[in-house]
């Protein structure tokens, strides 16, 4: 499945929870994983409404490279997740946040060539479910942390460029008004293709 780009209506649209867990579920999650993986650009998770698909679920992997030293200690949620990335999370949700921040620079696979600084919460507690069904609760902080923050802004029709100053933003407009055009393109050659 593609990934859309700036312009895609799914993008700014609050995703509907999934609930059950049926074999249509697992399929999306399985597609949700090959999406990822083979994304021409590096990216660490993925929303649902990425793919165009408006439902509540993401795929994390925010493993480091193997061999490459890690700069913080491990989070109780990376000693849970890491061992299963790419993970599918179903209907994260964010459960609880620090007072204390963190400042980091975010792109996303829907808006290729942007990027800009976000301050988030820098730790978060996440409650979701697993394709098996299993139930996880997780304090989180690092990378995972701002990596699920930004995920789970994609199930609410957020993306990072709201989140970003002024200035980054009207820098950024160009390439997002682009990319909003090629979208409109690709979605109406998709159209005369069906």
Known sequence: MRIVWNGHPALRKKAEAIGEITPEVVSLGE????????????????????????????????????????????????????????VVLVDPEIVGKSAE??????????????????????????????????AVTVSCRNLLACCLQHEIDHLDGILFIDRISQAERDEAAPVLRKLAKEEHRRHERQKRYR
């Open 101 to 134: 921040t963190v400042t980091r620079s975010e792109g996303c696979l829907s808006l290729p060539g942007v990027s800009g600084k976000v301050e988030r919460p820098a730790e978060i507690v996440l409650r979701a479910r697993l394709l098996d069904g299993q």
């Open 31 to 86: 597609k949700l994983v090959k999406s990822l993986l083979n994304s021409p650009e590096e990216g660490v998770g993925l929303a649902a409404p990425q793919i165009g698909i408006s439902r509540r679920m993401v795929v994390i992997d925010t493993r480091p490279p193997e061999g490459a030293p890690r700069p913080e200690p491990l989070s109780p949620g990376e000693v849970v997740l890491e061992p299963l990335m790419p």
